[in-house]
């Protein structure tokens, strides 16, 4: 039996200079891909691939296994691309993971290179993220310095280039094949699979494309081996995971907990709700991942739980809102998330998202009809499983779940109504209960 | 493309100086990748360092440094929302107004940062110093609600925080982010961060806020490690092989993807989102 909370990733990030690699060495850090560099690469992809290690990156495909499916050397470059566009709304676990030890996943990208034949890597990172990218920058070049990417890296006759590359500002990046494109020097647009990344990938060449939690992941299997990281998690959903808290909860923050954690234990950790207030929906795995509420409290919180629970597992967003928030508000922001961030280059993702924005707008404002709530119900019927890429299909989640679940709240704005909330008391800084006056400097607060 | 240097008969309107300079930068930029149109986002982040926007200018010298025309490199600089089209002030102001951080006030900041420096979404107060924004999501959820300012961290913020931070940027003070360098430098020496050229400043500021380390703390104060090594995961019990050969049924190869492939793109669904990827 694990203990309820797990740090690896985490473990360092309270130490002074936290980020620094004398710190990450002196933690033990760099002891994997020591180890790594005395081991035949395809020995590596076995060990990943029975660690069980799934992507972080919210799809949760086995990384061993995509790092398997790259074609056989046929002496041409191969690539692998960390994919660090973390932007999924109430996504925000490798942000706070490179700006407190970027080292993790620079180790990260040294073992995954030998093990699948690179000598360039890249690490895409959002444009937005201005101290990360420096923290990034400096990781990167103190590696260097120390002998751990370069040529020759410890005399083992590997060489890996490693370039920090920012983006400047679209979610879409984050899709591997739009990441590519983007990568390239393009618009970030999704490409068209098959052929798949491990086939042709950047610049046409086969490429691994993961996630920064998955590559900050394998120096702790190298390091202590596939049993030690699967002796964590449940049977399919092995390992330890990052669980993000955020919004109406008490105290707010990174949890690094093996997979299959509930969020009724999660939530007593970070103090519960907020004080004198309920829990009324949340989301799984990011905004992209239909809700759950109350009822869900005690789903674990593996791939295959949320899955059967109906949502799922994604990046482990568990973004909470209490009984003050109005659901249609929170939809109709996503659904302008995604309208905005749309790529532009499929008809219903681009069509769709755009009318689904003008309907929830209206029923917001209280213009809607009766017809409404089926009309947006039909839009997504149109939209999932027919977009080009996820990010459509991701746009309906919210929609569609907040539908089954309050309907009624809908209903409520419909006909002139309009919102039946006061925004302000779903503040953190208006909700405060004010003393009443006649007891105002009747001493204590 | 011939091998004259592209400073002789630039089309840009640089001044020489100007120009030798960008020229040297975009050969760095250019030498980090297999194939150098992968540096057009940097060079793009380079040429907003110098205008504090993507100018025509700036667009005729990213084509000419990569033998492209004008209509392609605009045409990815009009897809990412980081590259302005026009003047952009000293310092953006950008507050996430996603849902999470809207619910939790990001609404009410904006409003009353719009109402204070009477200007709206992506507009420029008229003495240059602050051009306001509504930003999509920017990872730092735990810190709700959340304003970033030429992309530095100001977490958990107030409509008072807010309006007193606008007014020092544009009285000309210094202001020094709750998780980043020990202040904020102006946007054009950020968008030459961002083109990947250091400023040295990584080791300013924390690792770290609250938040972030909530779980570690407590797990520290309870004494919840994870498994000691190798040691640690049940020895005798093997776990349960799940890799099947490529070729079998159960491998993922032949599989069709599920729809957000495996991938996770943005959003995916299924996946995604996050766009992560894997």
New interface residues.
């Given amino acids: 039996m ?7 990733l ?2 360092t ?3 002074e ?4 690699l004398a710190t990450y060495e002196a933690a033990g850090g760099y002891a994997g891909l020591r180890a790594a560099l005395g081991t035949d690469p395809a020995d590596l992809v ?1 060990l990943v ?2 660690s ?1 290690l799934r ?12 790092w ?2 790259l074609p056989p050397p046929d002496g041409g ?1 191969r690539y692998l691309v960390v ?1 660090a ?12 993971l490179m ?3 970027p080292q993790h996943l620079v180790e990260g990208v040294a073992i995954t290179s030998y093990a699948i034949g690179c000598h ?1 890597a890249f690490i895409y990172v ?6 990360v ?3 990034l ?3 990167v ?1 103190e590696a260097y310095e120390a002998g751990h990417l370069g040529t020759n890296i410890h005399g083992s006759g590997f060489d890996l280039e490693v ?17 590519l494109d ?7 647009q ?1 490409r068209l ?1 098959p052929p798949f ?1 491990a086939v042709a990938g950047l ?1 046409a060449r086969p490429t691994v ?4 939690e ?1 590559i900050a992941s394998v120096p702790g299997i190298v390091a ?9 998690g449940t ?2 959903s ?1 390992g ?1 995971g990052l ?6 909860v008490t ?7 093996p997979l299959g954690i509930t969020l009724r234990e999660l939530l007593d ?2 103090g519960g709700v907020r004080e004198g207030h309920e829990l009324k929906f949340w989301t799984p ?5 239909p809700l759950f509420t109350a009822e869900h409290l005690d789903v674990p919180l593996d791939y295959e739980s949320v899955g059967a629970a109906g949502s ?1 597992l ?2 482990r ?1 568990l ?1 909470i ?1 209490d009984e003050t ?1 109005c659901v249609v ?3 109709s ?2 659904t302008d ?2 309208a ?2 749309s ?1 532009g280059k499929c008809t219903p993702c681009r069509e769709g998202t755009y009318w689904l924005k003008q309907i929830l707008h209206r029923i917001e404002a209280g213009a809607g009809e009766a017809g409404d709530i089926d009309v947006l119900l039909d839009l997504c019927d149109n939209i999932l ?1 027919r977009a080009f ?9 919210p929609i569609t779940s907040s539908i089954e679940y309050f309907r009624d709240e809908y209903e409520a704005h419909l006909d002139g109504r309009g919102c039946p909330f006061d ?2 008391r ?5 909700d405060t209960p004010q003393a009443p006056p006649a007891l105002a400097g009747a001493g204590g607060h | 493309m011939t091998a004259e240097p592209v400073g002789a008969r630039s089309r840009t309107g640089y001044d020489a100086e100007t120009l030798a300079a960008l020229v040297a930068d975009a050969e760095e930029i250019k030498g ?4 150098p ?6 060079l ?2 380079l040429v907003q360092s110098v205008e504090g926007y993507v100018s025509r200018d700036g667009i005729v010298f990213c084509a000419e440094q ?1 033998g492209l025309t004008a209509a392609e490199v605009s ?2 600089a009009t ?5 302005k089209r026009h003047p952009n002030g000293e310092y953006t102001v950008g507050v996430c ?4 951080c ?4 990001g ?2 900041i904006f409003d009353r940062l719009s109402q204070h420096l009477d200007v709206g979404h992506d507009e420029t107060t008229p003495d240059g110093s602050v051009t306001l924004e509504r ?11 959340v304003v ?1 300012v ?4 100001f977490d ?1 913020q ?2 008072e925080s807010a309006t007193e931070l606008a007014d020092r940027l544009r009285s000309g003070e210094q202001v020094t ?1 709750t ?3 020990d202040s904020v430098c102006s946007f054009k020496q ?1 968008s030459r ?4 050229f ?2 040295g ?3 300013e ?1 924390a ?2 806020g ?11 104060e ?1 004494g ?4 000691g ?2 040691q ?4 005798g019990t ?6 099947p050969e ?1 070729g079998t049924g159960q ?3 032949e599989r069709k ?1 599920t ?20």
């Avoid at chain 1, 983007?182 to 970030?188: C, F, K, Q, T």
């Avoid at chain 1, 795995?285 to 991942?289: A, L, P, Y």
């Avoid at chain 2, 609250?210 to 520290?220: F, N």
């Fill in positions: 694990t203990d309820p909370l797990t740090p690896v985490t473990d990030w309270d130490a200079s936290s980020w620094k076995q691939k029975d069980g992507g972080r990156g919210g799809a949760g495909f086995p990384a061993g296994m995509k398997g499916f470059p994919n566009d973390e932007s999924e709304p109430g996504t925000c676990k490798d942000i706070p700006m407190a030890s360039h959002r444009g937005e993220v201005l101290h990218y420096r923290r920058l400096a990781a070049r370039t920090v590359h920012a983006g400047a500002g679209a979610y879409i990046c984050g899709e591997e094949t739009a990441l983007s990568l390239e020097g393009r618009r970030g999704p699979k990344p610049y494309v993961n996630n920064v998955s202590h081996g596939a049993d030690w990281f699967s002796s964590m049977e399919k092995t330890h669980f993000s808290l955020s919004g109406h105290r707010p923050g990174q949890f690094e907990a950790l970070a795995g990011g905004s992209s991942t799922m994604g990046t967003a973004q809102f928030t508000r929170a939809v922001r996503w998330f995604y905005h961030e790529c499983g890429c996820a990010l459509g299909d991701g746009a309906t989640s925004p302000a779903s503040t953190l800084f208006d | 980090r990748y297999p194939d149109r992968s540096g057009l986002l940097p793009l982040h990569l045409a990815v897809f990412y929302t980081q590259y107004t996603n849902t999470l809207a619910v939790m006030g609404d009410a930003v999509e999501c920017n990872a730092a959820c735990d810190y709700a609600p970033m030429n992309w530095e961290f958990n107030t409509p982010p998780r980043g360098a950020m961060v961002l083109a990947g250091d400023d400043r990584a080791d500021g690792g770290a609250g938040p972030t380390l909530e779980g570690l703390r407590i797990a520290r309870r919840w490690t994870a498994p090594g190798e640690a995961g049940a020895p093997p776990r349960v092989e799940v890799t490529t491998s993922s190869a993807p729809t957000p492939s495996d991938d996770t793109g943005p959003a995916g669904q299924a996946d995604a989102k996050e766009g992560d990827d894997d």
